[in-house]
T-cell receptor, first 114, second 112 residues
């Protein structure tokens, strides 16, 4: 398996623009997680899904952020409109679930909002 | 929610010395205790984990010890090498789902 795949790897956009980050989890994994990492706030969980259903989105900063998982092999994190304070590295991770809680992280998307 | 604290936040050791990082958590129902390593510019990766029915686990130069009564677990690295330099995160499982709560991280520097 290729591991967790994220795209794009880098994104530079202007304030006010819509940003869509994409993730393909490892095949067969039941859980998918979206994290944001900054120097100031560390690694924050934004939202996670179990079998494509959102379980906890309490980490989503505000209504500008939304996430979907239309099927077991694809998820998106959308920011609309983007702001400079959204600049961060966004990681997607997946795990098997009860049999193994190990989370496999994707390479991350470095987002810069100017 | 779960409260996770790591100490120290930074740690500098000489090559060959040992390093210990401690993680305290608040959820007494936690039953899975992993440590992740993140090298500069890379993704976090699991290096060792332990379940609540075991007190200690070793894998070559790294080990994790668990004290459920006191609600803390520690990462031990012996004979440190420059390639051990990284940020280490503890991430105890919280709740009934597969959710991990990551600590703030400990930056370990190993000086040759």
């Amino acid at each position: 398996d290729a591991g967790v795949i994220q795209s794009p790897r880098h994104e530079v956009t202007e304030m006010g623009q819509e940003v869509t980050l994409r993730c393909k989890p490892i095949s067969g994994h039941d859980y998918l997680f979206w994290y944001r990492q900054t120097m100031m706030r560390g690694l924050e969980l934004l939202i996670y899904f179990n079998n494509n259903v959102p379980i906890d989105d309490s980490g989503m900063p505000e209504d500008r952020f939304s996430a979907k998982m239309p099927n077991a092999s694809f998820s998106t994190l959308k920011i609309q409109p983007s702001e400079p304070r959204d600049s961060a590295v966004y990681f997607c991770a997946s795990s098997l679930g009860v049999t193994s809680y190990e989370q496999y992280f994707g390479p991350g998307t470095r987002l810069t909002v100017t | 929610g779960e409260n996770v604290e790591q100490h120290p936040s930074t740690l500098s050791v000489q090559e060959g010395d040992s390093a210990v990082i401690k993680c305290t958590y608040s959820d007494s129902a936690s039953n899975y205790f992993p440590w992740y390593k993140q090298e500069l510019g890379k993704r976090p990766q699991l290096i060792i984990d332990i379940r609540s029915n075991v007190g200690e686990k070793k894998d070559q130069r790294i080990a994790v010890t668990l004290n459920k009564t006191a609600k803390h677990f520690s990462l031990h690295i012996t004979e440190t090498q420059p390639e051990d330099s990284a940020v280490y995160f503890c991430a105890p499982k919280w709740g009934s789902q597969g959710n991990l709560i990551f600590g703030k991280g400990t930056k370990l520097s190993v000086k040759p």
